[in-house]
């Protein structure tokens, strides 16, 4: 085992069934991500990205794996409570469709986390809130927002809780190039401020610019 590892998989498949057709998607996939590094994975739609990530992110249990440890832990020998423990402590996520709450302000959504956890939420949450720009929104709903600022909240509310990893699977996709680069520059500034260990699945070339590494998949593997 080994200890500087935030994820290490090894020979990972899955495959989804669709009715009698079983339709593979990924194919015997390793990936070890070093804590605190920042790796981008791209590739064309379908390859496997969304997937991958979902397995990473403990939403999704593969169809056939070696090993899966994210965060020092052994996942395909959890129990669902503690692979539900292990991903509310542990991992953040940041949706290209942000996933936010309609109905609760802002402030609302970023707390969110930290209410589950029940750990207090006032000093944390404004002090976020003013590192990513949106102080003056916190009473707002998100439908008042631009889908910039949207994003803003997502990426606040994955990271409230300072998890160790965070997972974010196309977060600019619904983004001009302007509100893109914002967020590229604030997942930066986790990753390099705050140590955060960061996957991102991009379409975007542009994307890449301040990433550790850059992996590409194609037809559910990693390709050089």
Not at 22 to 45: A, W, Y
């Amino acid at each position: 085992m080994n200890d500087e590892l935030m994820i290490d998989v090894r020979d990972l498949h899955h495959a989804y069934a669709l009715g009698a057709v079983v339709e593979p998607v990924l194919h015997g996939l390793d990936l070890r991500v070093q804590r605190g590094e920042f790796v981008v994975i791209m590739g064309p739609s379908g390859c496997g990205k969304t997937t991958l990530l979902n397995v990473l992110g403990l939403m999704l249990s593969p169809t056939r794996a070696e090993s899966v440890r994210i965060a020092g832990h052994e996942t395909l020998t959890l129990s669902d409570a503690a692979r539900t423990r292990l991903r509310r402590e542990s991992l953040g996520f940041v949706f290209q469709r942000f996933n936010l709450l309609g109905t609760i302000s802002v402030r609302e959504n970023v707390a969110l986390p930290l209410r589950i956890r029940r750990v207090p939420v006032d000093g944390e949450v404004a002090a976020l809130m003013e590192r990513v720009g949106l102080l003056e929104c916190a009473r707002k709903k998100p439908a008042q927002l631009s889908v910039g600022q949207q994003q803003r909240v997502a990426i606040a509310r994955a990271v409230v809780a300072r998890p160790a990893l965070l997972l974010a699977d196309e977060p600019t996709g619904n983004l001009d190039s302007a509100n893109a680069g914002a967020v590229l520059d604030l997942l930066t500034d986790l990753h390099r401020r705050d140590g955060q260990t960061v996957v991102m699945i991009t379409h975007n070339e542009h994307l890449t610019v301040n990433a550790d590494r850059v992996l590409h998949m194609r037809d559910g593997c990693f390709v050089d």
